[in-house]
Nanobody
Framework: QAQLVESGGGLVQAGASQRLTCVVSGRTLSMYAMGWFRQAPGKEREFVAAINRSGGSSGYAGSVKGRFTISRDDARNTVYLQMNDLRPEDTAVYYC????????????????????WGQGTQVTVSS
């Protein structure tokens, strides 16, 4: 069973950049397709970004495309979310998720497709 721990959240100014980190333990990261989701107060959890097991394909929500980048470093069992040009509407708890299906070239944008979740890290963007 995998354990996921996110870090890197905090209070930032609008227009700033921030990088979130997700460290996976218990299993090697290479076993998983990975994703980032976020949930703002009073709203449902939404997809942010995902990357396949090989690292060669990724996808983004329209609201973050061009601003956010997901990447992975399997040697360090770590996934990153680089967030640029942050906006107040990006304020949310950000969750890292792992998909255990053994498909190397597929990534997933639906929360129901993920098997393991981190505890979340709060990102607050002030205007």
């Amino acid at each position: 069973q995998a354990q996921l721990v996110e870090s890197g959240g905090g209070l930032v100014q609008a227009g700033a950049s921030q990088r979130l980190t997700c460290v996976v333990s218990g299993r090697t990261l290479s076993m998983y397709a990975m994703g980032w989701f976020r949930q703002a107060p009073g709203k449902e959890r939404e997809f942010v970004a995902a990357i396949n097991r090989s690292g060669g394909s990724s996808g983004y929500a329209g609201s973050v495309k061009g601003r956010f980048t997901i990447s992975r470093d399997d040697a360090r069992n770590t996934v990153y979310l680089q967030m640029n040009d942050l906006r107040p509407e990006d304020t949310a708890v950000y969750y890292c998720a792992a998909n255990e299906v053994h498909l190397r070239y597929t990534y997933f944008s639906m929360a129901q497709d993920y098997d393991y979740w981190g505890q979340g890290t709060q990102v607050t963007v002030s205007s």
